[in-house]
């Protein structure tokens, strides 16, 4: 992937993943908390990334690196073929992660 273009159905149903695993974990920001949900439901309408502002893309990187880091932690107490999984679920996340952040 080289273009927000690039970004389907698929990676937007990541991102949107990854923003409803970390949305609990900025429950004491309400504000954050309610634009990381009308983020992901502006998502949930229209998948192009291009409707959102610079902002809300910052917030998207920003919940996908905690996902990221809430991933992480989880795999001490995962099976090996939880593991497996977790890692081809990161990969995803840091492939659409790097393209967010270039652009």
Do not use: F, G, W
């Not at 927000?4 to 923003?19: G, K, Q, Y």
């Not at 502006?42 to 996902?67: G, H």
Request: glycine share 0%; proline share 1%; aromatic share 4%.
């Amino acid at each position: 992937m080289r273009y927000l273009t690039d970004i389907t159905e698929e990676h937007v149903a990541t991102i949107r993943m990854c923003m409803n695993d970390v949305q609990n974990e900025y429950d004491p920001d309400k504000t954050l908390q309610l634009r990381v949900y009308s983020i992901s439901q502006k998502l949930s309408e229209n998948i192009s990334m291009y409707q959102l502002s610079s902002e809300e893309l910052d917030i998207v990187c920003m919940c996908m690196n905690d996902s990221l880091c809430i991933l992480d932690e989880l795999r001490v107490d995962m099976t090996a073929e939880e593991k497996r999984e977790s890692q081809e679920y990161s990969e995803e996340i840091q492939s659409i992660l790097s393209l967010l952040q270039r652009n």
